[in-house]
């Protein structure tokens, strides 16, 4: 998933982008939805799958029930990719955010506050 946000950012930003933290470039980057469709299309499909990362990870799709993500659906695996996607959401949230401190200075002009 790195990779595929690695290239959305450097097909969408350029030097002249007035970025100046993390946030303001997930913001960028999910303008035109780039960045959701790279954490949709890492959810899985597979109902075996599905219910192997469940066992680890209920806290997520307790999180999407929450949250109205999973949309009060009574189809455990629908809840189960709801949950992965806050879960893949939070890991591209962290992904922005070293990716705008790899590249603050090459493409961001951000001045370091003293």
């Known amino acids: 998933m790195k990779a595929d946000i690695k290239d959305l950012l450097l097909n969408n930003i350029d030097s002249r ?4 933290d993390s946030g303001e470039l997930y913001d ?5 939805g780039g960045l959701h469709e790279i954490i949709d299309s890492n959810i899985d ?3 075996y799958d599905l219910r192997k990362w469940a066992v680890d990870n ?8 929450e949250s109205g993500i ?3 659906d009574d189809d455990f695996h629908k809840l189960i990719q709801g949950g992965q996607y806050m879960a893949l959401n939070q890991d591209a949230i962290e992904i ?3 990716l705008f401190n790899e590249y ?7 001045e370091e506050v003293a």
């Open 17 to 20: 982008d007035e970025i100046t």
């Open 104 to 110: 603050t200075g090459k493409l961001f002009n951000v």
């Open 70 to 72: 999973a949309g009060g």
């Open 58 to 65: 209920y806290d997520f799709i307790d999180e999407a029930i």
């Open 28 to 32: 960028h980057l999910d303008y035109a």
């Open 96 to 98: 922005v955010e070293e």
């Open 45 to 47: 499909i597979y109902y």
